[in-house]
């Protein structure tokens, strides 16, 4: 059974820091890219950052440019997002995603809410 278990989420004062991870089972995780999703009240999905099968290529959405760091660890079948000076804007359900050319899964979220 396939699952992506997203934790580390919670509640982080402006400036703050929060380290997510999604923990994977049941497929081949070194086959997959991974992605952190965004979704924030009353918004669409928005892609975050992005991490290719072996690690070797990363790439992230201007809005977390130089603050958020996206890596993985293919021997524990893991994947983490370190989120630095954060900003209420940051506020949302952090998803993760697992996708190659025949399949894609998702994980169930893990709620950051930044907030003074």
């Known amino acids: 059974q396939v699952q992506l278990v997203e934790s580390g989420g919670g509640l982080v004062q402006p400036g703050g820091s929060l380290r997510l991870s999604c923990a994977a089972s049941?497929?081949?995780?070194?086959?997959?890219?991974m992605s952190w999703y965004r979704q924030a009240p009353g918004k669409e999905r928005d892609i975050i950052a992005q991490i290719s099968s072996t690690g070797g290529i990363r790439r992230y959405a201007d809005p977390v440019k130089g603050r958020f760091i996206i890596s993985r660890d293919n021997v524990n079948n893991t994947m983490y997002l370190e989120m630095n000076r954060l900003k209420p804007e940051d506020t949302g359900v952090y998803l993760c995603?697992?996708?190659?050319?025949?399949?894609?899964?998702w994980g169930q979220g893990t709620q950051v809410t930044v907030s003074s």
């Open positions: 995603h697992a996708q190659n050319l025949y399949s894609e899964y």
């Open positions: 049941g497929f081949t995780f070194g086959n997959y890219a």
